[in-house]
């Protein structure tokens, strides 16, 4: 087997277990080509022939795979999201083990499924792909202010951000969602594709990363204490049975978005801080990303 390993050398701890998971892997006659960056070589130019090999591992947080997911959308090469990041947040949802040995059997496995990722373009031009969730106001607020403490805090540096900033901006939102134009007004705005966040929270009842549509999420709320109840509506949903997210949120479904916002917003994509602002638009690329996924991560995800 040829395979191509994104090594994000900043991502994390910098534990280095991603070279556990490439000696637990290696066989006879393997292949396993690791490329690195600390940020300042785009990972662009360490998949311009992604193509030649088997599969990509893409080792760091969620921002590296969403990346590494964007670039390769659409050409059918098996991605393995690593965890080698703070959160992690998409191999938890995918039900992936953390072990680096258990991966290198998960991979070994070839269980394979293609996933909906989106696309984002923010007002400057630039593009940039999401796997989980995007969006713009006060979850971009808490991305940025929990920068500087991930490494120390690990997750808990987005739980200690948010208690730092309970009054955070709200702005009128123009949206157009498939066509159909909205006005709202609230904290922020989510585009949801995998629901579920930080401490097993679900944001939106349903979770359906494959089937076309995002989960387009207002925060209606005035302040962070009005969002209270929809957390704890999130928490009491891990079964599937509290659908209901009370009125702090108002949530649409669409395919092509576009967001603008008065005052403008800061905009974020699966924990990465852009320093960008609205307006965006959006659009879901429709089971363009392919997972190696957990046998628990089939059974989630697999069609009934």
């Known amino acids: 087997m040829k395979l191509l390993v994104i090594n994000n050398l900043a991502s994390g701890f910098g534990e280095g277990s991603v070279y556990d998971f490439i000696r637990s892997f290696a066989r006879d006659g ?35 795979v969403a990346s590494v997911a964007y670039l390769l959308a659409e050409t059918g090469i098996p991605l393995l999201p690593f965890p080698a990041g703070t959160a992690n947040l998409l191999a938890m ?15 070994r496995e070839q269980r394979l499924m293609d996933f909906d ?6 007002s400057n031009g630039e593009r940039f792909g999401f796997s989980m969730i995007a969006g713009a106001g006060y ?25 730092a900033n309970p009054l955070p901006q709200t702005s009128k939102f123009k949206l157009d969602l498939d066509g159909e134009h909205v006005e709202s007004e609230g904290l922020g ?20 990363p494959r089937d076309g549509v995002f989960d387009v999420v207002v925060l209606k709320a005035q302040n962070a204490f009005e969002l209270i109840p929809a957390l704890l509506a999130g928490l009491l949903d891990r079964g ?3 659908p209901e997210r009370t009125g702090s949120l108002e949530i649409h479904r669409a395919r092509e978005v576009r967001v603008e916002a008065d ?21 879901i690329m429709r089971r363009a990303a392919r997972f190696f996924v957990s046998e628990e991560g089939w059974s989630l995800f697999a069609e009934k």
């Open 139 to 163: 979850d971009a607020a808490i991305m940025e202010g929990a920068e500087p403490s991930k490494r120390l805090l690990g997750p808990m540096a987005y739980f200690s951000a948010a208690l």
């Open 30 to 64: 393997d292949e396993v080509c690791v490329r690195s960056t600390d940020g300042t070589t785009d990972v662009r130019d360490l998949l311009g022939d992604a193509e030649e090999f088997d599969a990509v591992v893409a080792s760091g947080g969620d921002g590296t």
């Open 263 to 283: 005052p403008p917003m800061e905009v974020q994509y699966d924990g990465e801080a852009t320093n960008l602002t609205t307006p965006f638009t959006a659009h």
């Open 240 to 242: 599937g049975d509290f």
């Open 117 to 122: 990722i989106g696309e984002i373009e923010l």
């Open 189 to 208: 705005i989510l585009l949801v594709n995998f629901s579920k966040i930080q401490f097993d929270i679900t944001v939106t009842h349903d979770n359906e």
């Open 93 to 107: 949802i995918l039900a992936s083990p953390a072990e680096p040995h258990a991966l290198a059997h998960l991979m």
